[in-house]
T-cell receptor, first 113, second 114 residues
């Protein structure tokens, strides 16, 4: 049973437009959520996180929104740039830790010039 | 430079031939972990370690062993590899304590078992 779901395997957007990547979770014990970006032939790199006590966290072009009642979070990238093209993984954990992260399957974002 | 280094990066091996994938970090992190990435399945945790001599199973530990004799190293051991262990493996490390510690991942090790 997949506890963290990224239902869109891929997303394609134009440069300068908004990219919205979605993630749903089923485990109500999750209280810490992260987004990782992964380029081919590289390890994932941390992008942004949010605690369940917040509903929004912003870092430059990246904003993560959390809707606890819907068990849904989304990553907004504005404006999208070609260098943002990568696989994005949503991850969740219990207790605010990194120790046992549960990852989604990932969404391949392609930003077209 | 903060680094998590894995070796080998690429390996083709045969079923049953024991192999070890090494992982080393230079950030004095207490926490280290191994993940595997498979198509359509995302990243799944194999084992993790909270400190020297402290290890615990992740979600998919079958067929793997680990050891943490030194803080900087966390090798992944496949005693008798099988084709279903063909995968992309990532080692990761982070500090412990508090919340929101960034996890650093290695570049990955492609393992093919034939």
């Amino acid at each position: 049973d997949q506890q963290v779901k990224q239902n869109s395997p891929s997303l394609s957007v134009q440069e300068g437009r908004i990219s919205i990547l979605n993630c749903d979770y089923t485990n109500s014990m999750f209280d810490y959520f992260l987004w990782y970006k992964k380029y081919p032939a590289e390890g994932p790199t941390f992008l942004i996180s949010i605690s369940s006590i917040k509903d929004k966290n912003e870092d430059g072009r990246f904003t993560v929104f959390l809707n606890k009642s819907a068990k849904h979070l989304s990553l907004h990238i504005v404006p999208s740039q070609p260098g943002d093209s990568a696989v994005y993984f949503c991850a969740a954990s219990v207790g605010g830790s990194n120790y046992k992260l549960t990852f989604g399957k990932g969404t391949l974002l392609t930003v077209n010039p | 430079e903060a680094q998590v280094t894995q070796n080998p990066r690429y390996l083709i091996t045969v079923t049953g031939k024991k192999l070890t994938v090494t992982c080393s970090q230079n950030m004095n992190h207490e926490y280290m972990s191994w993940y595997r990435q498979d198509p359509g399945l995302g990243l799944r945790q194999i084992y993790y370690s909270m400190n020297v001599e402290v290890t615990d199973k992740g979600d998919v530990p079958e067929g793997y062993k680990v050891s943490r004799k030194e803080k900087r190293n966390f090798p992944l051991i496949l005693e008798s590899p099988s084709p279903n262990q063909t995968s992309l493996y990532f080692c990761a490390s982070s500090r412990t304590g508090g919340t929101g510690n960034t996890i650093y991942f290695g570049e990955g090790s492609w393992l093919t078992v034939v």
